[in-house]
């Protein structure tokens, strides 16, 4: 791809980037991009510089660069959303976290003074709600949750 790459909206496409930022809804970064592609837009006479765009949209000009590219080589939805952050999706749900708190809150079992991690752990595997959790794992879902084991 060419070191200046033009933007040519259609009016479809113009129409769906005012209503975006007239709606409001979105995060400020969609509205910026969105701000950035139409101040980029030539079918409407205006040839702003790079600079222009950015100053007007307040942001860099490697964000304009960024967005105009992301535009021609993927589309429009492309240059305005993220596509996704890396990483592995959460194992567990707040679904298993209300239940490890509702278990922690429960009686201790027989023969135990209190709960402690290694017991929620195999108890959670035992009632079938995870197929396997460390200790570890259990004071982290019940620390995010501000629950306290002690007396």
């Not at 113009?14 to 139409?38: F, N, V, W, Y």
């Not at 492309?78 to 209300?98: H, I, M, R, S």
């Not at 209190?114 to 200790?135: N, P």
Request: net charge positive; with cysteine.
């Amino acid at each position: 791809m060419g070191k200046h790459t033009h933007v040519e909206l259609t009016t479809e496409q113009r129409t769906e980037l005012e209503q975006l930022i007239r709606t409001g809804d979105a995060p400020a970064r969609t509205h910026t991009r969105a701000r950035i592609l139409l101040l980029s837009d030539r079918s409407q006479g205006q040839k702003r510089t790079d600079q222009e765009v950015a100053d007007a949209a307040l942001c860099s000009k490697s964000t304009v660069v960024n967005v105009r590219r992301r535009l021609v080589t993927g589309g429009l939805q492309l240059a305005l959303y993220d596509k996704g952050w890396p990483g592995p999706t959460p194992q567990f749900t707040g679904e298993v976290a209300a239940k490890l708190t509702m278990l922690a809150c429960s009686d201790a079992p027989e023969g135990a003074a209190r709960w402690t991690l290694r017991l929620l752990a195999e108890r959670m595997i035992e009632l079938g709600y995870v197929d396997y959790i460390s200790h570890v794992t259990v004071r982290e879902l019940l620390k995010k949750t501000n629950s306290s084991l002690g007396a």
